[in-house]
Structure formats: C-alpha cells, structure tokens
C-alpha cells in the first residue's frame, strides 16, 4: 500500500505526464472489431470481444485472431465473462436465453430462461457451485439457478430490501464469493454468495464492471478512476491514452481500453499489478 500511495502522488505531482506514469504510452495490440461491444479477459490474459448482432471473438493480447463464434440466433448480449478458470459465459436479454462455452469457444450448455419460472431475466451472471444469477424484473427479483438441473434454487424480491425508487438493473456479478448489482442511477449494490444485501457502494457507473484485486476501475471524464472496496476509498488514476476510450477491463498482465470498434492493448503498469 505504501508503494502504491506513493505511485498515486507521482501521479498527482506529474500532471500531463501522468499517462506516462502509468507506462501506457505504447500499447502492445490494436484490434478493430466492426460494431464491438463488450470486453472480457480471460485468466491467460486472451481477450475475448462481443459485436452487436452477438458474435464472440478471441484475440491473443497481441491482437492476433483466435477464434470466432457466431451463433446460429444473433442478438445483442447483456454479459460477456472470461474471467472464470474455465467456462466462457454469455447471456442476452433481447433473446432471454444464455450460453457457456470453453475456451476454444465451443458452446457447453445454452438454455432459455423462460423454460426456468424467469418471466423478465434483464441482468444474468454465473456463479459457484453450478450457480447463475438473474435479474428477473417481472418481480423485481433476484434468483439463483442451477443450470445442470433447469431449477431456480431460491427468489429473493429486492425492491424492499434495497428501498430505491429506480432498480433498473444494469450488470450483476460474481466476485470473491459477493454479487455485485450495478444500478447507474442509484449505485452498486453488494450481496453475499447466498443473495443477502450487505451494503451499497455510492458510484454511478454506465459502463460495465472492471474489478482488480478488491478494486473497481472504470473510465470518467478522459481519466482513469479506482475505487477501494475495503477502504472505501475512491482514486483519480490519471488521463487515459485516449480520450476516445469508453471502458477498462484488466488482466493478469494487460490492461485493455474499448473505443469504437477499437480495442487497445496495454501492459499493466507494475504499481497495479502489485496491488493486494
């Protein structure tokens, strides 16, 4: 923490050099993706990239195409996940249905939440133990399911448990054993692994969830920002390499910034990656 407080004050002191206190000044891959829309790494730092009508890409970090799957029904995905050790995890809510796949991109399970008691899944992310988390706006519930058995496990209504006005319900997602729910107009909202509220995080994010080491990351106003989960403290990071860039996601070793049909790769600077 010491070292990393006194990164943040180099940052601070340096003022237009602090992008380059940040050791992003040359990226390491620039991959075009026509229409691209989410952005995820897995944990051998491949990216993986979603475009509009549903396709999935996968890049080394360098840039270089892997692989691609384009599914049979095409449709705007809600949530792209590679950051679990072995399954690849994606879910639409125009199509209401989702789709684990390896990491060769071939599909492992996909089913319709509508053949599982989910009447309005809006928000969906997997979870431990055969476990996938919804958003069902029908009821303003959030329920878990066990994919392998087609069987909702448990229905937990929220909209007097978090007592807000506005739960339009963005992202959820799984991180340590907690599930965070990102409402932009009202904050994020933090639940243990058995779906019970524990306490709201007062960020207005619309972008999706970046988490490194118990930290938030997102992009605000051309600058890169944290925010400590266990501190509760919020951090300016410095200006990002392009002011184009709309949001963050971080690996093991890189960190990557989508623009339009733009993603830039990055090494990560060595006072994140030695974040505890």
Not at 133 to 146: G, Y
Not at 176 to 201: C, E, H, T, W, Y
Not at 230 to 243: A, E, H, M
């Amino acid at each position: 923490m010491k070292r990393f407080l006194v990164f943040l004050f180099v940052l601070v002191c340096s003022g237009v050099a602090a992008q380059n206190q940040l050791g992003l000044e040359k990226p390491l891959g620039e991959i075009q993706v026509k229409n691209l829309d989410l952005i995820s790494i897995d944990t051998r730092d491949q990216i993986f990239a979603s475009t509009t009508s549903g396709d999935i890409y996968l890049f080394d970090q360098n840039g270089k195409q892997l692989n691609l799957f384009s599914p049979t029904r095409q449709g705007r995905l809600h949530q792209l996940e590679a950051s679990w050790t072995v399954n690849i995890f994606s879910f639409s809510s125009d199509l209401q249905e989702y789709r684990i796949l390896d990491r060769f991109l071939n599909p492992l399970a996909e089913n319709s939440f509508v053949l599982n008691d989910i009447i309005l899944p809006k928000a969906a992310t997997l979870g431990n133990n055969n476990v996938i988390w919804v958003w069902d706006e029908s009821d303003l519930s959030l329920k878990s399911l066990d994919y392998q058995r087609n069987l909702v496990l448990q229905t937990q209504p929220l909209n007097l448990i978090l007592d807000s006005e506005n739960l339009s319900v963005s992202e959820i997602r799984e991180f340590k054993n907690r599930l965070f729910m990102n409402v932009p107009q009202s904050g994020i909202f933090i639940f243990d692994n058995q779906g019970n509220f524990l306490q709201k995080v007062d960020l207005k994010l619309d972008q999706r969830l970046c988490f490194f080491n118990e930290r938030l990351f997102w992009t605000e106003d051309g600058t890169l920002k944290m925010y400590e989960l266990t501190s509760k403290t919020k951090f300016d990071l410095g200006p990002l390499p392009s002011p184009n860039s709309k949001l963050v996601q971080i690996g093991r070793e890189i960190i990557v910034f989508g623009e339009k049909d733009l993603v830039k790769v990055y090494s990560l600077p060595k006072e994140l990656k030695e974040l505890k």
